[in-house]
């Protein structure tokens, strides 16, 4: 288990949220980058937020990363993983990007429960959890290692 960093490099970050974005782009200047990330988060532009969460893998999705693919575990019900690429396909279409949120190794058919019941919000409120939810796995894989 490591402490939070005091700074962080660009690739640093850019492993940690899937991706090379403005937003990981901001956070690499900044002093405690995972403490920031709030505050820097509201300097983005709406695209950039959506660039953001769009980097990382989709819930299920085939091409994940090897860190994305231990967090999401192994799990293969053919049933939850129909409905689970449905939903998102769903969720991305209402929303306009990407469903993020933390597994913290939880089954797949429990994170079909989450999706169902934020299909349900705004884009607004949707927009804010997935940037918080993006930011709570870039800690985990931090303090995990």
């Known amino acids: 288990m490591r402490d939070l960093p005091r700074q ?9 949220f899937e991706g090379r974005t403005r937003f990981v782009e901001l956070l690499a200047e900044r002093e405690d980058p995972l403490e920031a ?3 820097v988060i509201e300097e983005l532009t709406e695209e950039e937020k959506f660039d953001a969460v769009n980097a990382h893998p989709a819930i299920g999705g085939r091409d994940l990363s090897p860190r994305s693919a231990e967090e999401q575990g192994a799990e293969a ?3 939850v993983q129909t409905e689970l690429a449905y939903l998102n396909q769903v969720y991305e279409e209402k929303f306009g990007f990407r469903f993020v949120v933390f597994v913290d190794r939880r089954p ?17 409120e949707e927009l804010d959890v997935a940037l918080k939810e ?4 870039a800690r985990d894989r931090w303090i995990r290692g």
């Open 134 to 137: 993006l930011v709570a796995i």
């Open 108 to 124: 797949k058919a429990e994170i079909l429960e989450v999706l169902r019941e934020r299909l349900e919000w705004t884009p607004d």
């Open 8 to 16: 962080l490099s660009v690739e640093e970050l850019a492993e940690l």
């Open 77 to 79: 019900d053919p049933v």
């Open 37 to 39: 990330a709030p505050a």
